[in-house]
């Protein structure tokens, strides 16, 4: 029961980190999230230590977790190592992909319609970017269902969520939604490459696209 109970606060602070709601230096406390989520403190010290193994929180003794800061240097570095990482990826997605998974991953595209503007309400740019940010979590892990590879998908979800994490708490709300215009057709760039079986071509535009979200999440420090 605490180990559920854990999962439930893992998941839910995470995609809170993701949506940038806690901010980078602000405590989370132990007390208020025992309070909102109803549960005793060992299910919410689980939850901290499996995010401070994900490298999105620091544990603070005794008194709850911070979100972690990362140096520029750092993210830079991490995002040259992700790009390189899902660029192979999508290699073997070019190699191995059938038909049926062609189409599947033409049918994410077509389900999320890209917005050249995201309009002047707080409400709606959050809501946009989060609808994006699950969209996209989609397609790149179809991408990874193509890969075939048990031990590349463990690897890569935790880089995907590294990089949620330094996009999510560096943009104002909704500022990532600005590019999802330009995300979008990199994304039809990659599809076409796989659907081709162009490992080569494939490689290349995941390269590039990973890069390019790596400097979006530089910028927005």
Do not use: W
Not at 42 to 58: N, T
Not at 68 to 85: L, M, P, T
Request: aromatic share 8%; hydrophobic share 40%; glycine share 6%.
């Amino acid at each position: 029961m605490s180990s559920s109970l854990a999962g439930r606060v893992y998941e839910d602070v995470k995609v809170g980190l993701f949506r940038g709601d806690y901010p980078v230096g602000k405590r989370l406390s132990i007390e208020a999230l025992r309070t909102r989520f109803g549960v005793s403190k060992q299910p919410i010290s689980e939850a901290f230590r499996l995010l401070a193994a994900d490298g999105l929180v620091e544990i603070l003794p005794r008194s709850g977790c911070v979100p972690r800061s990362y140096s520029r240097q750092e993210i830079e570095d991490f995002f040259a190592v992700f790009a390189s990482f899902e660029a192979s990826t999508t290699q073997l997605a070019a190699r191995r992909r059938t038909p049926e998974q062609v189409e599947s991953l033409r049918r994410i595209l077509s389900s999320h319609s890209p917005e050249a503007t995201v309009g002047n309400s707080p409400d709606h740019a959050a809501k946009r970017a989060d609808e994006y940010r699950l969209h996209n979590r989609e397609f790149h892990l179809t991408i990874l269902e193509m890969a075939q590879s048990h031990v590349v998908t463990a690897v890569s979800r935790r880089m995907m969520d590294l990089s949620d994490y330094l996009i999510g708490t560096g943009a104002e709300e909704g500022r990532f939604v600005f590019h999802e215009v330009e995300r979008h057709d990199e994304h039809e760039a990659i599809v076409e490459a796989i659907q081709a079986q162009d490992e080569e071509l494939a490689r290349r535009f995941m390269f590039a696209h990973i890069s390019r979200a790596g400097q979006f999440a530089i910028a927005v420090q």
